[in-house]
């Protein structure tokens, strides 16, 4: 059974591989790639630091989804903008992103105390 951080992030991804596909019947190409591409990597790197070889490489990989995470809000923010999605659906999308951000960041923070008391 998935925890609330992967089910959330593959939820995520499920989310943004949606808005990719009705941004492409609208033509849009170049931000549809770019949000799909880092939206999808959140979940991907969340998958892959559950895997990790050490609470090192945990981390690290937790930062990259992390930083994912931080590129598809600024995706969203531009789409919101220009107005190639809807401001319910930016709204909708960017608040599961802020929720997924809190327990990304809490785990992070965490994971560094943990190391930083097993030194």
Partial sequence: MANA?????EALAVRIVNL???LLKH???????QVK???????ANVC????GASKKDFLNKMYIAYKE???TKYWLRVLNR??????DSFI?????CEELDHIIASIIKTTKENINNNV
């Fill in 20 to 22: 990719w596909k009705y």
């Fill in 48 to 51: 892959e630091a559950l895997y």
């Fill in 37 to 43: 591409r880092s939206g999808t990597s959140v979940g």
């Fill in 82 to 87: 220009t107005e190639l999605i809807t401001h």
């Fill in 69 to 71: 995470l931080g590129e």
């Fill in 27 to 33: 033509q849009e190409y170049d931000i549809s790639r």
């Fill in 5 to 9: 951080v992967q089910e959330k992030s």
């Fill in 92 to 96: 909708s999308l960017y608040s599961d």
